[in-house]
C-alpha cells in the first residue's frame, strides 16, 4: 500500500512539475518577442530593489497597515511552504515527518513558527476578501475588473484560506495521534503546536482510524493542492507572486521620465540647423521604425511588466487623466498587453511561426484616446509596488501614431509644422524671433 501511494505521489508531482515547466517556457517565449534591451548595469543597485521592492515590499508601506497585512500574506506564504519541502521528501520515501527526528525540538519550533503565519494569512485573507466585495474599495469595484479578473483574486484568496486550514487540521490530527500512541505517528513525537494543539478538541470524539483518515486526507489535499497552485499562478495575475522578483531587478535605474531620444531624429534636428554639418557622401539613412504599435514592438521588459502585473489598480488610481474622467486606465493599459501577448503567443504556438492576424495592440486593443488623455505625469510608474512602467508602453505607443501614422489633433499638427518649419511652435520665421514677446 506504501508503494502504491508513493508512487501516485510521485506521478502526481511529475505532472505538476511537467505542467507548470512547460508554462514557463511558454511564458518566457513571449517575453522574449519583444525587443532587445539590455537591462544588467549596476547589479549591486539591481539586488538592492529586489530585496526591498519585491521582498520587503517597500513601496506599499506607504499605507502602513495594508503594507503589513500584505507582507503577512505574501511573506508567510512563501516561508509556510518552505514546510514543503518535508511533504514531498515524505511523499517519495513513504516517511513520515522525516525531519522531526533530527531537528528535534529545532523542528517543533519551526513548525509554530510556520503555524503563527498560516493563522496569519487566514486573517489577512479574510479581511481582504471583505475589502474586495464587502467595502466597496473603488479601485476594486472598478470595470476594469469585471469578469474573470475579479473572481480570480476572490479564488486566490478562498484558495489560500484552504490551504492553510488544511496545514492546520493535518497537524492537529498527527499530533493527538501521537498523543494516542497510534501506529507509526507515535514514532516522532514533537508535542503540541501552537495553534492546531487547540483545535484537538473538535476531533477528540473521533476514533483513531477516523483521524489518521482526516490527516492523511488533509496531507494530500494540502499538497495536491500546492501542486494545483503552482500550476494555476501562471493563468492569473497572481504570477506577480513570481515574477515581482525579475521584475525588480530590471527595473529602470534611471530618472524617472526620462525619455529616450531618437538618434535619427536628432540629426534631422541638427542638419536643419546647421546643414554645413551634413556631408556631401553621407551614406543613405537607414529606414527605421518609430515607436510600437504591436507586442513585438516593446521590449521584453514592457512584456515582462505586462505579466508581471498584479491588477491592484494603485496606477490607475493614482492616475490624474483618470480621476477627471478620461478613459485612460493604466491598469487596463497592462491588462491589454498581457492579453493581446496572449493571443499572439498562442497563434505563433499553433502555426509554428507568427503570421499577421490583421489585429494590433495599438488600435484593436489600446485606443487613440487613452494614449492622448497621459498627462506623462509618472504618478502610475511611483505608485506601482512591483516596479511595471505603464507610461514607456503609452510613450511607444503614441510614438508610433506621430511618426508612423501622422496621426494627431489638428492643434498637434500645426504645432508640429511651426517647429519643423521655424524652429519654434509659432508662425514666425527665425529671422522674427523678436515678435515672439508679443504672443
Known sequence: MHIISQ????????????????KVIYIRKNILM???????????????????LAFGQKKMFKNPLVAVMH????????IINIEVLEIILDGILGTHRLFAEPLGYIY??????????A?????VCIIFLIRRNILHIQRFISKDLNGWPRSDANYILITEIILMSLFL??????????????????????GNFLFSGSLQ???NGLSSEQLATIERSAWWLHIVGIIAFLNYLPYSKHLHILLAFPNAYYASLEPKGKMHNMPDIQKEVLYAMQPELILANAPQATAHKFGARDVMDLSWKNLLDAYACTECGRCTTACPANITGKSLSPRMIMMKTRDRLEQVGQKSKAMQNWQDDGKSLLHDYITEEELRACTTCNACVEECPVSISPLDIILQMRRYLIMEESNAPQEWNSTFSNIENNFAPWKFS???RDQWAKY
Not at 517543533?108 to 503565519?117: P, Q, R, S, W
Not at 493535518?170 to 505517528?185: C, F, P, S, V
Open 7 to 22: 508512487l501516485v505521489f510521485i506521478l502526481i508531482l511529475a505532472a505538476g512539475i511537467y505542467l507548470f515547466s512547460a
Open 119 to 123: 493563522v496569519g494569512v487566514i486573517a
Open 430 to 432: 527665425p529671422e522674427e
Open 169 to 190: 487540521t493535518m497537524n492537529a490530527t498527527d499530533t493527538l495521534l501521537q498523543n494516542r500512541g497510534y501506529g507509526h505517528y507515535a514514532e516522532h513525537l514533537t
Open 71 to 78: 507582507f503577512i500574506i505574501y511573506a508567510g506564504f512563501i
Open 34 to 52: 519583444g525587443r532587445d534591451e539590455s537591462r544588467n548595469d549596476q547589479p549591486k543597485l539591481r539586488w538592492r530593489n529586489v530585496l526591498l
Open 108 to 117: 517543533t519550533l519551526l513548525i509554530n513558527v510556520f503555524e503563527c503565519l
Open 201 to 203: 478538541s473538535l476531533f
